[in-house]
C-alpha cells in the first residue's frame, strides 16, 4: 500500500522516458539540419491545410491548457497554472491569425491584411517565449488558485485582443515584414525575427536550466526546442508554402503535441496506481487482518448476493456456524499471542476444505467462524464440517484445558435451505446458529444440523431484536 501511494504522490522522469527524449530531440535536430539548405524550395500550396493547422492547433492547445490548470488547481502551484497560460495564449491567438491569414478560412483575409498573419505569428511565438521563461522562473512553492486561473484566462484574452488590434488597425504604424508581398523581412527588419527566435532560445534554456526532475519539464524542453526549430525555418525559408514554412508548421503543433502527450501520459500512470491503491483498500475492507479470510462486512453482502442468486435458481444455499471450544480458556492459559496463531492456523484449515471458486470462510467475530456454501444441502455442509474436524484432529494444537482431547476442538452448526419467498438471511444464519448451540451441549467437537423450517418470520424478527 505504501508503494502504491508513493507512485501516485511521485512520478519522477524514468530513465527510459529520458533516453527517448534524447532520441526525439536528435531526430529534430537532424531534421532541421537536413531541412535547412532546403527551406526556401517552393512547394505547392495545399488546399485548407492551414485551416486543418489551426483547427489541430486550437484543439490540442486547449486541451493541454485544461490539463494543466486543472493539475495546477489540484496541486496548487500557481507554476503550473502559469504553464497553462501559455498554451491558452496559444489556443486563443490562432483565432486572429487564421482569420487573418489567405486561404486560413477564406480566400481572403477575414480580418487585416496578409501582413497581419505575419506580425500575429510574431506576436504568437513572442508571447509563448516570454510565458515560458515566465513558467520556468517562477517558485514552484507559490500556491495557485482559481483566482489565478481566472485571471490568467482574462488578461490572455485581452492582450490577444490587443495584439489583434495592432496587427490589424494598427498595421500602417508598423514596419514593412513583407518583400515584393510575398518573402517574410528583409534587411531593415531583421531585428524583428532575431527577437522572436532569441526569444524561444531564451525560453529553452531557462527550462533547460530547471531543478525539478519531472516528465512536464523535460517535455517541455523537447517541445521548446521544436518551437526554435519551428521559428528558424519558418524565417529561413522566407516564404510561405515553402518546403521550410511546411515543416515549421509540423513541429509547431509537436511543440504542444509533446506536453500534451506527456500529461496524458502521466495521467494514465496515475490513474493505474489508484486503480492499484484503490484495489488494495477493497481488500483490506474486505478482509480480516488477523487470519486473512474474509470479514464480518464481506460475509454480509455475499449472504446477501448468494442468496438471491439461490432463490432464483431454486438451488440450496447453506451456512457453517463455527466456534472454537473453550478459547477464552485457552488464551487465559497460553496468552494472547498464542491465541491469535491458534486462530490463524484455524483458518488455514478452513481453506484447506473449501475448494470451489463460490464457497467463502470469513472470521465472525473473535473466535467464531463461518462459511457459505452456495449450491449445497445439509448432507453436502455436514460432510465440510466434518472434515475440518478431522483436519483440525491432525494438527493436534495443544489446548490442555479442552478435556479429554487436550487439543483444540470446534463446535459447527449447519443449516442448508432453498429459499423462498418471504425468507431471509436472517432465517438461515438462526438455524445454524441454534444447531452451533445443540453441538455445544451435545458435548462440543461435533457437527450439528439446523431446521430452517423451524423458524417462522416472527422467530426470525425476535431473534434479531435479542
Known amino acids: ?43 505547392l500550396p495545399i488546399p485548407g491545410y492551414m485551416s486543418g493547422f489551426g483547427i489541430a492547433m486550437v484543439v490540442v492547445n486547449v486541451i493541454l491548457a485544461s490539463l494543466l490548470f486543472a493539475k ?54 513572442t508571447g509563448f517565449g516570454l ?21 490568467s484566462i482574462l488578461v490572455t484574452i485581452a492582450v490577444v485582443v490587443l495584439l489583434t488590434l495592432a496587427a490589424t488597425l494598427g498595421l500602417p504604424y508598423l514596419p514593412e515584414v513583407l518583400r515584393n508581398g510575398h518573402d517574410f523581412f528583409d534587411d531593415s527588419t531583421m531585428l524583428i525575427p532575431a527577437l522572436v527566435f532569441g526569444v524561444n532560445v531564451i525560453g529553452l534554456l531557462c527550462v533547460m536550466r530547471m531543478r525539478e526532475e519531472k516528465p512536464e519539464q523535460l517535455w517541455l524542453m523537447v517541445g521548446m526546442v521544436a518551437a526554435c526549430i519551428d521559428v528558424w525555418l519558418t524565417l529561413y525559408g522566407g ?17 504542444s503535441l509533446a506536453v500534451l502527450v506527456s500529461q496524458l501520459y502521466g495521467i494514465t500512470r496515475l490513474y493505474h496506481s489508484i486503480a492499484g491503491a484503490n484495489q488494495i483498500l477493497m481488500t483490506q475492507a474486505n478482509q480480516d487482518g ?4 474474509s470479514n464480518r462486512r464481506c460475509f454480509d453482502q455475499v449472504l446477501e448476493i448468494e442468496w438471491n442468486r439461490a432463490r432464483r435458481d431454486k438451488r440450496s444455499l447453506a451456512l457453517l456456524m463455527i466456534d472454537v471450544d473453550h478459547f477464552k480458556k485457552y ?26 471458486p463460490g464457497d467463502v470462510a ?8 463461518v462459511v457459505i456454501l452456495p449450491n449445497t444441502d445439509a448432507a453436502g455442509a455436514r460432510l465440510v464440517g466434518e472434515r475440518l474436524l478431522l483436519n483440525l484432529t491432525a494438527a493436534s494444537i495443544p ?40 453441538a455445544k451441549d451435545n458435548g462440543r467437537n461435533q457437527v450439528c444440523i439446523g431446521r430452517p423450517e423451524l423458524f417462522s418470520p416472527a422467530a426470525t424478527s425476535a431473534f434479531l431484536m435479542n
Open 362 to 369: 470469513a472470521r465472525y467475530g473473535g473466535e467464531e467462524f
Open 331 to 356: 488464551n487465559d492459559c497460553y496468552g494472547h499471542l498464542a491465541g491469535d496463531d491458534c486462530l490463524r492456523q484455524i483458518a488455514q484449515q478452513l481453506l484447506r476444505v473449501i475448494n470451489r
Open 131 to 151: 510565458l515560458i521563461i515566465r513558467y520556468a522562473t517562477n517558485s514552484e512553492e507559490t500556491a495557485g488558485t482559481a483566482a489565478d486561473v481566472r485571471r
Open 399 to 438: 489446548h490442555a484445558h479442552n478435556q479429554p482431547l487436550c487439543h483444540v476442538t470446534l463446535s459447527i452448526g449447519v443449516s442448508a435451505m432453498v429459499p423462498g419467498p418471504g425468507g431471509s438471511t436472517s432465517t438461515l444464519a438462526l438455524a445454524a446458529d441454534k444447531a452451533l448451540y445443540e
Open 1 to 43: 500500500m505504501d508503494e502504491e501511494l508513493y507512485l501516485i504522490k511521485d512520478a519522477g522522469v524514468s530513465p527510459r522516458q529520458i533516453r527517448l527524449a534524447r532520441v526525439i530531440i536528435g531526430i529534430l535536430l537532424l531534421s532541421a539540419a537536413v531541412a535547412t539548405p532546403l527551406a526556401t524550395t517552393p512547394l
Open 290 to 293: 488477523l487470519t486473512a479470510l
Open 239 to 255: 516564404a510561405r508554402f515553402s518546403l521550410g514554412w511546411y515543416f515549421a508548421k509540423m513541429t509547431s503543433l509537436f511543440t
Open 72 to 125: 495546477g488547481l489540484i496541486e496548487r502551484k500557481e507554476r503550473t497554472i502559469r504553464l497553462g497560460t501559455a498554451y491558452f495564449f496559444v489556443t486563443v491567438i490562432f483565432v486572429p491569425l487564421i482569420a487573418a491569414f489567405p486561404g486560413g478560412l477564406m480566400e481572403a483575409p477575414i480580418i487585416g491584411s496578409t501582413s497581419s498573419a505575419v506580425w500575429l505569428w510574431c506576436c504568437w511565438h
